[in-house]
């Protein structure tokens, strides 16, 4: 299962990587653009987002209404997100479908209208997008997060701002496109039914006349204060902490992320153990780790009604300052058991292994077949992940809390 | 792929699509309990019982509960319906039948005082989430005023007090009515031997005791409600509309496919009038069946300065779709997205089992996705067309909540008539609209 995967690079610089899922009826095509919110210019916060919105409004032979019509004939199920890499499209269909999905997301990318009459109507959708984020607690605090621990530009929220939003013009979005929307850095992923070379030729003349250009590099500038309090007129405090941990790239990756899994990834994961199960402290309580290229964290979030918030953090960091002291044997038994199965789940889905290999590729500059990561999860060893732990106790902690109240970060913790 | 189905001598119903070729297997347990099964001081018991269901049985303790899950690496959850409560595993193909013997456990908990008093924390702490969160109740107020007093209209969290004032007496008994043998459905689905399920079956859940369950059935009227709630401390304006649809067999296919056309997230007419127009945040119709009836819910969200408005205009729209029905394009786009979608998720064996166990608790019937996808092609713009003339969706009950204090009841929301009945707009050519 899993073994076969293609990749073929084009002159101009674009990649095509593809696994092939014989078992399935589906597949799943995914592209990922150099064209993130890290590129937004500093006076127009949003412009990624706005430029994305505005490809899909018509495109090639086909204007607004009728490209999404056709799309909706032809029965393809889109994900479009802006990451702070990255503009990204995903379309999932029978398979098919896939040359006629390729040949308008092509379109998309490449040949988008950019219309004046659109503008209005984006501004006016993203800016409502912005305003709802006010009345939503856990985004608030997420998008804090990441802003706070992350180096700008890449905990910029990628939805943008107001101030942006408000002022991009179309010619804004116009150079926006003709400088970031090229195939030098990008990366086309496909996973499911397929022919590999009959999609080679199908991508190299839907892009292979494509002309390239380089992704400008990035200035980024460190953070400010590492505890925020927004207040929020709530019941419940959330509360997130984030904490330093090596990217996916580094050598270290799979250690460090298996004690994050130990952490806070499953029902009996230490913080839900301990902070609902054992105190019944609060409904949702779970730690993750998120990586960008060159920086990762772990990301550990609980929301509680505001008596017992300061009880709630006092525990979490506790829960995780005691992570450093190592893992146990059955904690690890567990752990390989539900990463396992995780990668079964993967062969079922041509839209989670397409995303899986684009990820891999953009981080890696290749992919791990699912038999090789299965290797490698058999490998982990708690004297692996306690030798990790130990080296790299978690601490330096960024801290946010939205709710009625602010907390009380003890000493030392920042 | 073959279904099987089979019965234990105690009425428990176990029904499976097997398929020897898949990368996983699933089972689940569904109940057929919900909130509109519960007395009203008792609001909240079904979902509260749901989560003391994993705080372990006799013989397994809570933090055993978790781990045993964990370590056979299962996908597992539960959750709590109007009309039913699954508990559910997605698993690697050897172990199943532990996964099985765990479940077939949950429902046997052991209600213990100390674990009630904690769970009771993490459900009130579930609430207040619910209320800090859009759309802030306003779903659950919608229910309540629209479903008057029908069952239907219980919110399933229940409220800080009827929770307060449960007692594991009061849930012990509560359970003893519901969750008896014949009320349940163990379902599974992909790589599952089924001779090995009802053996397994058998096994754990043999001596489980027969019961006479009953549920009240009965068609609500759905009330003609318009309520506005005032929460200054909100930015968006969150509407939310509910109006009775069809509940008969025959028209499902028919009401899925009407929501979709006019209010799925792509292309639907919702999202041409209010989503891609900048308009609104958010704007979609979907369409729900219970036992004894169905519903067609709004929700929207925007910009408070453009609520009134948009109300005007979505009823606008509402009592146009009565009048002159959708259009056969329209039509062929919604079959295509439906049914792609449908064979998409069908890849996943967990996906199925809520399809084969729901179909199963509640019509004692089996559907493959071959005869789903004739069922949907099947249907004509003429059944829609008339499902909207029977359930017109310009009536029904509006909640709002936000920093507005009012909005005004658009023209084209229909009021019902003083005997009662709905009002339905007359159209001069029901059926022949290009």
């Not at chain 1, 990624?48 to 999404?68: C, P, V």
């Not at chain 1, 009880?311 to 893992?327: M, N, Y």
Request: glycine share 8%; net charge negative; with cysteine.
């Amino acid at each position: 299962m899993g073994e076969t995967i293609f990749c073929h690079e084009f002159p101009n610089g674009l990649v095509l990587i593809a696994e092939p899922m014989s078992w399935l009826e589906s597949v799943t095509c995914a592209i990922r653009i150099p064209a993130g919110s890290i590129y937004d210019r500093e006076d127009l916060p949003g412009l990624a987002a706005f430029s994305q919105e505005l490809t899909l409004r018509g495109a090639g032979g086909r204007d607004s209404r009728k490209l999404i019509e056709d799309l909706n004939k032809l029965g393809i199920h889109r994900v479009e997100d802006v990451s702070s890499a990255h503009a990204k499209y995903a379309a999932s269909m029978v398979a098919s479908k896939l040359p006629a999905a390729l040949a308008i997301l092509a379109d998309i990318v490449r040949r988008p209208h950019l219309l004046e009459k659109e503008v209005e109507p984006i501004r006016r959708g993203l800016l409502q997008d912005l305003q709802g984020v006010e009345d939503e607690p856990l985004e608030k605090l997420g998008r804090e997060l990441r802003r706070r621990y992350y180096p700008s530009p890449w905990g910029r929220p990628s939805d943008g701002e107001e101030s942006g939003i408000e002022r991009i013009q179309l010619k804004d979005v116009q150079e926006f496109h003709g400088r970031h929307y090229q195939p030098n850095k990008t990366i086309i992923s496909i996973a499911g039914r397929f022919d590999w070379s009959f999609v080679v030729d199908l991508v190299g003349e839907l892009f292979g006349d494509w002309p390239a250009g380089e992704p400008p590099p990035v200035k980024t500038v460190n953070h400010q204060s590492k505890y925020g309090h927004i207040p929020f007129a709530s019941q419940q405090v959330q509360i997130g902490i984030a904490y330093p941990c090596v990217p996916y790239r580094h050598p270290d990756y799979f250690v460090a992320s298996a004690a994050v899994g130990v952490l806070g990834g499953g029902t009996s994961a230490r913080l839900f153990m301990e902070v609902r199960e054992r105190r019944g402290l609060c409904y949702s309580v779970y730690a993750t780790y998120h990586t960008l290229r060159d920086w990762a964290g772990v990301f550990c979030f609980a929301g509680t009604t505001a008596e017992r918030a300061q009880e709630t953090l006092d525990v979490l960091l506790s829960e995780i300052r005691r992570l450093g002291e190592g893992i146990r044997p059955d904690e690890l038994q567990r752990l390989k058991a539900r990463i396992k199965s995780g990668l079964v789940m993967l062969q079922e889905s041509s839209a989670a292994r397409a995303m899986f290999i684009a990820r891999d590729w953009y981080h890696l500059g290749r992919v791990r077949s699912v038999s090789e990561l299965s290797r490698m999860v058999d490998e982990l060893s708690c004297e692996g992940i306690n030798d990790y732990l130990k080296r790299n106790p978690p601490g330096n902690f960024t801290i946010v809390t939205v709710g009625p109240r602010e907390l009380e970060v003890p000493d030392g913790v920042l | 792929m073959a279904f099987y189905r089979h019965q234990l001598a105690n009425g428990l119903q176990i029904v499976a699509e097997c398929h020897p070729e898949a990368y996983t297997a699933a089972i689940g347990f569904f109940v057929r309990v919900g909130s509109r099964d519960e007395p009203p001081q008792w609001a909240g018991v079904s979902h509260f019982l749901e989560h003391m269901a994993f705080k372990g049985s006799e013989g397994r303790t809570a933090d055993e509960v978790n781990r045993s899950f964990d370590e056979i690496g299962a996908h597992y959850n539960a959750f709590t319906g109007q009309e039913s409560t699954v508990f559910y595993a997605a698993i690697v193909p050897e172990y199943w039948p532990q996964a099985l013997e765990l479940l077939a456990d949950l429902l046997q908990p052991a209600f213990r005082e100390e674990d009630f008093e904690l769970e009771r924390k993490v459900i009130l702490e579930e609430i207040s989430m619910h209320e800090d969160e859009p759309p802030f109740g306003a779903d659950d107020k919608c229910r309540e005023v629209f479903f008057g007093s029908h069952p239907l209209g219980h919110s399933v969290l229940g409220s800080l007090t009827t929770i307060g004032a449960l007692t594991p007496g009061d849930m012990r008994e509560y359970w003893r009515k519901f969750y008896s043998a014949d009320n349940i459905t163990l379902a599974g689905a992909g790589r599952i031997d089924f001779d090995q399920l009802v053996a397994e079956a058998d096994k754990w859940c043999g001596k489980w005791p027969s019961g006479q369950v009953s549920r009240q059935v009965s068609s609500p009227d759905g009330a003609s409600g318009w309520v506005v709630l005032s929460k200054p401390t909100a930015t968006q304006e969150y509407l939310v509309h509910m109006t009775k649809g069809p509940m008969e067999d025959d028209d499902f296919f028919a009401a899925s496919l009407l929501a979709s056309i006019v209010g799925d997230s792509e292309g639907s007419r919702l999202f041409w009038e209010f989503v891609e127009s900048g308009e609104a945040e958010n704007a979609n119709l979907r369409y729900l069946d219970y036992e004894d009836t169905g519903i067609f819910i709004t929700h929207m969200i925007c910009d408070p300065g453009r609520a009134q408005r948009n109300l005007d205009r979505l009823f606008e729209l509402y009592q146009q779709l009565v009048r002159e029905g959708i259009t056969e394009d329209e039509l062929l786009q919604a079959k295509s997205k439906v049914s792609s979608g449908i064979v998409l998720a069908s890849e996943r064996p967990r996906n199925r089992l809520f399809a084969v166990g729901g179909e199963w608790l509640y019509h004692k019937r089996y559907r493959s996705v071959r005869e789903v996808l004739d069922k949907i092609a099947a249907v004509t713009r003429d059944q829609i067309c008339d499902i909207l003339q029977r359930f017109p969706l310009n009536t029904g009950t509006l909640v709002a909540i936000g920093p507005l204090n009012e909005l005004s009841r658009p023209e084209a929301m229909a009021a019902k008539t003083e005997d009662g009945r709905q009002f339905v707009p007359r159209s001069e050519n029901r059926h022949s609209v290009p």
